[in-house]
C-alpha cells in the first residue's frame, strides 16, 4: 500500500499562484508515478498533470498548460504542483494520485489521497 498526503491548498487570489505538495509513504520501494487530479463542485474528477518516477515524463491537462509545473523532489517520495495565474476556475479539491505510469494515472490511478481544497476568490 502507498500512502499520499496532500498539502497546500488554501485560498488564493484570481491571478495569484500556488504550490501543492503530495508526500507518499509506505511501499515507496516501488517505482511509482505520481500525479494530480480535480473535482470542482458539481463536476466530476478531472486529470490535472502527472511525472514518471524518474522525473522526465509530464503531461498536463489543455485547462493547467503553460502555466503549471509538477515536479519532483529529490527524494523522489515527494511531488509539487506549481499553479500560476490562478482563475476561479481552478477552485477545486486537488487529489494526489500514484500509479505505475503517467498514463496508469491518467486512465486509473491505484491509489489516491484524500485531498486538498484550493479556492480561487475574485
Known amino acids: 500500500q502507498v500512502q499520499l498526503v496532500e498539502s497546500g491548498g488554501g485560498l488564493v487570489q484570481v491571478g495569484g499562484s500556488l504550490r501543492l505538495s503530495c508526500a507518499a509513504s509506505?511501499?515507496?520501494?516501488?517505482?511509482?508515478?505520481m500525479g494530480w487530479f480535480r473535482q470542482a463542485p458539481g463536476k466530476e474528477r478531472e486529470f490535472v498533470a502527472a511525472?514518471?518516477?524518474?522525473?522526465?515524463?509530464?503531461s498536463y491537462a489543455d485547462s493547467v498548460k503553460g502555466r503549471s509545473t509538477i515536479s519532483r523532489g529529490s527524494a523522489k517520495n515527494t511531488i509539487y504542483l506549481q499553479i500560476n495565474s490562478l482563475k476561479p476556475e481552478d477552485t477545486a479539491v486537488y487529489y494526489c494520485?500514484?500509479?505505475?505510469?503517467?498514463?496508469?494515472?491518467?486512465?486509473?490511478?491505484?491509489?489516491w489521497g484524500q485531498g486538498t481544497q484550493v479556492t480561487v476568490s475574485s
Open positions: 511525472i514518471g518516477w524518474s522525473g522526465g515524463g509530464t
Open positions: 494520485a500514484a500509479g505505475t505510469s503517467v498514463r496508469s494515472i491518467m486512465l486509473a490511478a491505484n491509489y
Open positions: 509506505g511501499r515507496t520501494g516501488s517505482n511509482y508515478a
